[in-house]
């Protein structure tokens, strides 16, 4: 290569880092007040129920991490989702989940007849073996509000009107409900069901539901807050691994990985991270070939966005899968603590972001044991990454939950 050509290189190597500096400099200066950030803006967990593992299912804007199963006209309007003319059918979460505590407001005019399916397919054949109904309907029903259809009629009256709140808890065997803060259901299954969808039925009359949260159950540590037990690092690396004093683990310089012992194919993974710099680049990778440098599937821990627009991320954003789906909103910041949660269910993958979901990926590529040439379902390891020498960054709260079969 000649002079001129190395020249007219460098230059353009440096108007482009200089374009990424700029995005960066825009990091502050999200336009708040106009009509589209207040569009985009997303609805937002409180910092406690943050802190404490719940995720919204529902952002009060549109139907992201949703599929409806049947023909009825869901919309969403103003926080709520409602249905009211169609076919009979389920609108179904993505993803499946097992065990958890599910809350929701509901709506239902007096004749309705709804429900919220836990564990469900998408379209149910016998609920009484297939799927768990938690049923909305009048109190002349077989099986009014708050029973579960086909297993446990409620044997208190449960009738209601306006906004009602329901806190349901699937865990293993036993499901349990609450309605307007109060116990009304206990059921414990001699044939469980595993995994499933969570689906909410639109059956007749008119239903509307808002405030849809769900909080993992059977959360596990996978980092002790004391020493590096459990995870497995690699002396030929840049990257730095330690403890520090607070109990956090630190992840300095790069690039290099560290990795769990134990290996995981289907999960929820929730963290917090603090990044400690501007526009800094890390990663958790997942379903890793054990001992491969960063082979796996990789949801990217990057807080930049372009010229002020949180909906336009830098380097795929944090909370999106490296290289295969962006985040569809960046809601992280540098140098302060944030709470990931990644759910990983057989091809689909989805991550929340301090409870906000930001990316709902399906991998459709043919299966291959290397996650870097196809599908990938077979188990492997965690790791974090250390980017590059400017890595720094802090974890803390690492917990996973398996996946039950279906």
Partial sequence: ????????LAIR???????????????????????????????????????????LL??????????????????????????????????????QWGNYRLTLEFRAAEATNSGVFL??????????????????????????TGSLVERLRCAEDTSGQGWRTMDIKADGPRITVKLDGRQVLDYTDPKPLGRG???????QGKIEFRNVKLRPLGMKPIFNGHDLSGWKT??????????????????????????????????TLQLDVFVRGRGLNSGIFFRCIPGEPMNGYESQIHNGFVGGDRTKPVDCGTGGIFRRA?????????????????????????VWVNGYQVTDWTDTRKPDANPRRGLRLEPGTIQIQGHDPTTDLLFRNLRIAELPER
């Fill in 13 to 55: 190597l440096a108007t482009l880092s200089l374009a990424v500096v700029a995005g960066m400099a825009d990091l502050e200066a999200a336009p708040t007040g106009s009509a589209a950030a207040e569009a985009t803006r997303p609805t937002m967990l409180s910092p406690a129920e943050q802190a404490d593992g719940w995720i």
């Fill in 58 to 95: 529902f952002d009060g804007k549109t139907l992201f991490g949703w599929k409806p199963a049947s023909r009825a006209n869901w919309t969403v309007a103003d926080g709520v989702l409602t249905a009211d003319v169609g076919e009979p059918g389920l609108l179904c979460t993505t993803s």
């Fill in 234 to 267: 690699f002396p030929d690396v840049k990257s730095v691994f330690g403890v520090t004093p607070d109990g956090e683990l630190s992840v300095k310089d790069g690039p290099g990985q560290i990795e769990t012992a134990g290996q995981y194919g289907d999960f």
């Fill in 119 to 144: 564990r469900t397919p998408p379209v149910v054949t016998d609920v009484a073996r297939r799927a768990y109904e938690v049923n909305i309907a009048p109190a002349d029903n077989p099986f009014p």
């Fill in 1 to 8: 290569m000649n002079t001129i050509k190395v020249f007219a």
């Fill in 326 to 350: 962006n985040a569809r909103y960046v809601v992280a910041d540098d140098f302060e603590w944030i709470t990931k949660t990644i759910h990983v269910d057989g091809p689909r993958m989805a």
């Fill in 197 to 203: 969808y969570i689906g909410l039925q639109f059956n």
